[in-house]
């Protein structure tokens, strides 16, 4: 099967969710990438495309040149996606879809609600995907819990608890930094700081789950760092259209909290927890009955979580990657950079020493011996 060609608008060198997407995307085989205008400055931005690959025609310096050049190209990218900063997503994700393209869209989608009704309605008249990345919702064990409730498996949905709290904007003495400031600024930032930052992940996820829609809510926002125009902080009540409570906490002053992303499901029947930093397992408690783990991978899970759960049993989320760091510091090596670090011959035999000194020492009755390869003594 012909491989998908993909293009990228913003995630240039040094862009902190590039590299994710560019892991995502090619991870499969089934994209390549094709195209990009990666960089706010045009010429950064075409050198980077065709260090990664993009042939020279197709490192644009801009999203307007690329949409007008890939338009006509009869090798049209099938997706493009958009990580640029927010107050870009809008005209981008417009311009794309009303060209007949399918949109991977950064959150949050738009920054006004008039705007992303307007994406809506666009999606809808030109037939064309526009996704947005609520990349959580796409972990297996958090595909298991949407399953289990919606097959019945907790009975109705009464509570929802989430939370999205770190701290790592908690340091009023770096409040100023340029990266944080931006996110606090409405000019760069728009409406709200945290909640459209992390906390719309919560929100999302919450109606993912739940199975059940938003439909009504009271905000507490706090700016607690004084310095700060938009809310680094909030807790947000929400009913759903299904009857289903909702509470919600973001914070990004919560000192001691690292990624903190975690949601609760309370239902009549069972409750379910899940938590972004141990996302092989889902806890699940009948009414009355032992606290459980479903494991990702194990025998037994909805399709969907099955689907999704790509990497062995046992192993977390994040192992690919560690595949891949040994991938890149393999390609330094080659180009005559070797890393201190990767794993070589010498940890090959060690290793293999010490099976058979353990082999040896088990069957001597578990007596002490040197486990060392002959030439490293
Ligand atoms: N889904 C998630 O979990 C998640 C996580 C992090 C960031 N994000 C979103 O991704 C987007 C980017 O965030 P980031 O943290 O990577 O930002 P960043 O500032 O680290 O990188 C932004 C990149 O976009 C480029 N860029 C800026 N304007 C551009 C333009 N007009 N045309 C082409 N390139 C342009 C910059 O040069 C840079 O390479 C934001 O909308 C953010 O909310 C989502």
């Not at 097959?151 to 939370?163: A, D, I, Q």
């Not at 680094?232 to 906490?249: K, P, Y």
């Not at 909805?302 to 990497?311: E, F, K, N, Y």
Request: hydrophobic residues 40%; aromatic residues 8%.
């Amino acid at each position: 099967m012909a491989k998908l060609k993909w293009g990228m608008i913003g995630g240039g060198e040094g862009s902190q969710i590039g590299p994710a997407h560019r892991l995502g995307a090619l991870a499969d085989g089934q994209f390549e990438l094709a195209a990009g205008a990666l960089d706010h400055r045009a010429d950064v931005g075409r050198e980077y495309a065709q260090r990664l690959g993009i042939t020279a025609d197709r490192a644009y310096g801009d999203w307007q040149e690329m949409l007008a050049s890939e338009k006509g190209r009869d090798d049209r990218i099938d997706l493009v996606t958009v990580a640029t900063p927010n107050s870009t997503h809008f005209e981008i994700t417009k311009s794309f879809l009303e060209a007949g393209f399918n949109v991977l869209c950064e959150k949050p989608m738009t920054m006004t609600v008039e705007e992303g009704e307007e994406i809506v309605k666009i999606a809808e008249a030109t037939g064309k995907i526009c996704a947005v990345n609520y990349c959580y919702s796409a972990y297996p064990m958090v595909r298991q819990a949407r399953a289990m409730v919606r097959n019945g498996e907790l009975g109705k949905v009464r509570v929802v608890v989430t939370n999205f709290s770190h701290g790592h904007h908690g340091d009023a003495t770096d409040a100023d930094n340029p990266r944080v400031r931006w996110r606090y600024d409405p000019a760069m930032a728009g409406v709200s700081g945290q909640f459209a930052d992390c906390g719309i992940h919560a929100l999302h996820m919450a109606s993912f789950i739940a199975n059940d829609e938003v439909k009504t809510l009271s905000a507490d926002f706090a700016s607690t760092i004084a310095s700060r125009e938009l809310e680094d902080d909030a807790m947000v009540n929400f009913r759903m259209e299904g009857g289903t409570v909702g509470r919600l906490w973001t914070s990004s002053v919560a000192i001691g909290r690292q990624h903190g992303f975690e949601i609760q499901v309370f239902g009549e029947t069972a409750g379910l927890k899940w938590a972004s930093e141990q996302p092989n397992q889902l806890i699940y408690t009948p009414v009355g009955g032992r606290t459980q783990i479903i494991e990702k991978g194990e025998g037994g899970l909805h399709a969907d979580a099955q689907r999704l759960s790509r990497v062995a049993i046992a192993h977390p989320e994040g192992f690919p990657l560690a595949v891949a760091n040994i991938y890149c510091d393999l390609a330094d090596a080659i180009r005559g950079e070797v890393r201190e670090g990767l794993p070589n011959a010498a940890d090959g035999v060690r290793s293999m020493a010490a099976v058979h000194t353990a082999v040896a020492s088990a069957k001597d009755g578990g007596v002490w011996m040197d486990a060392r390869p002959s030439i490293f003594r």
